[in-house]
């Protein structure tokens, strides 16, 4: 398998857990900054493999009225300075191939969301600038599926891949995670990282946003990180309900250190 290098300190694939966090969406510049210096710290502390992600567009929200965040211009202003001040690299997603080229001047890692996998142009604009890119597999595709997706990135030389499990639709606002996907994506020859909140989502469920199961995805993150995980993903908030997006799916950021410390000791045994 590949390992993918994001920064001296974060290497997926290289037989550590790498850890990816923080708000689905960018809420304000005081609340990135100040997660972004909570979550550094508790990586520091914990001497582990730490990404931060926020959105600075939710383009794929269930009502035209939701809250989407600041924009490009001010979303990668607050990036920029929650990597700089932090000492972290950062991810955030993409939906428009115009977008990557930018994006990549201040991001590590460019996320493909999974409603865009199978977009080709937005895959390969990616692709082509040589950032690392976080290809979440879509709800309605099978991990083998992803075979493709690897080959569109690879066409353009970039062979900087990470894949990401988060879930397949199981009938109507539902998804399961099948632990099986994180092995058979791996076998595609690339570090792959399980989305352990996004997983337990309920898209569209709550008629006007999407509602989750958010208590199940700490038992998630552990199945995945057994099975031999490169990286697990997760949402984090201050106060879950107050978030902005995805707030029935994030994890309490006072109950993070926990749950991280018991996801180390897992993937201990797992690599022992």
């Given at each position: 398998?590949?390992?993918?290098?994001?920064?001296?300190?974060?290497?997926?694939?290289?037989?550590s857990?790498?850890f990816?966090?923080?708000?689905?969406?960018?809420?304000?510049r005081?609340?990135?900054?100040?997660?972004g210096?909570?979550?550094?710290a508790?990586?520091?502390?914990?001497?582990?493999?730490?990404?931060?992600?926020?959105?600075?567009?939710k383009?794929n929200?269930t009502?035209?009225?939701?809250?989407?965040g600041?924009?490009i211009?001010?979303?990668?202003?607050i990036?920029?300075?929650v990597?700089?001040?932090?000492?972290?690299p950062?991810?955030?997603?993409?939906?428009?191939?115009?977008?990557?080229?930018?994006?990549?001047?201040?991001?590590?890692?460019l996320?493909?969301p999974?409603?865009?996998?199978?977009q080709?142009?937005?895959v390969i604009?990616?692709?082509e600038?040589g950032?690392v890119?976080?290809?979440?597999k879509?709800?309605?595709?099978?991990?083998?599926?992803?075979?493709?997706v690897?080959?569109k990135?690879?066409s353009?030389?970039?062979?900087?891949?990470v894949?990401?499990?988060?879930?397949?639709?199981?009938?109507?606002?539902?998804?399961?995670?099948?632990?099986?996907?994180?092995?058979?994506?791996?076998?595609?020859?690339?570090?792959?990282?399980?989305?352990?909140?996004?997983?337990?989502?309920?898209?569209g469920?709550?008629g006007t946003?999407?509602?989750?199961?958010?208590?199940?995805?700490p038992?998630?993150?552990?199945?995945?990180?057994?099975?031999?995980?490169?990286?697990v993903?997760?949402e984090?908030?201050?106060?879950?309900?107050?978030?902005k997006?995805?707030?029935?799916?994030?994890i309490?950021?006072?109950q993070?250190?926990?749950?991280?410390?018991?996801?180390l000791?897992?993937?201990e045994?797992?690599?022992?």
């Open positions: 398998m590949k390992r993918v290098e994001v920064d001296k300190s974060v290497k997926f694939g290289d037989g857990l790498a990816i966090a923080g708000p689905c969406v960018i809420e304000s005081a609340m990135a900054l100040d997660l210096k909570r979550l550094a508790l990586a520091n502390t914990l001497d582990v493999p730490f990404v931060y992600k926020a959105s600075f567009d383009a929200r009502s035209v009225s939701a809250f989407r600041p924009g211009d001010e979303g990668l202003d990036l920029a300075e990597r700089e001040t932090c000492g972290v950062v991810l955030t997603d993409v939906h428009e191939p115009w977008q990557c080229k930018r994006v990549a001047q201040v991001c590590d890692i996320q493909i999974a409603f865009l996998a199978r080709t142009d937005l604009a990616a692709g600038t950032a890119v976080n290809v979440k879509g709800q309605f595709m099978a991990p083998e599926d992803m075979r493709e690897v080959k990135i690879e353009t030389g970039n062979k900087r891949i894949l990401c499990e988060r879930g397949a639709s199981f009938g109507y606002h539902n998804l399961v995670a099948d632990m099986r996907s994180l092995l058979i994506m791996r076998e595609l020859g690339y570090p792959v990282v399980m989305d352990a909140t996004h997983s337990v989502q309920r898209p469920g709550l946003g999407s509602g989750g199961d958010g208590k199940f995805a038992a998630l993150a552990r199945a995945a990180v057994a099975t031999g995980v490169d990286g993903f997760m984090t908030h201050p106060n879950p309900p107050q978030a997006s995805d707030a029935a799916n994030a309490k950021f006072s993070l250190a926990a749950l991280w410390k018991k996801l000791k897992i993937h045994v797992v690599n022992s």
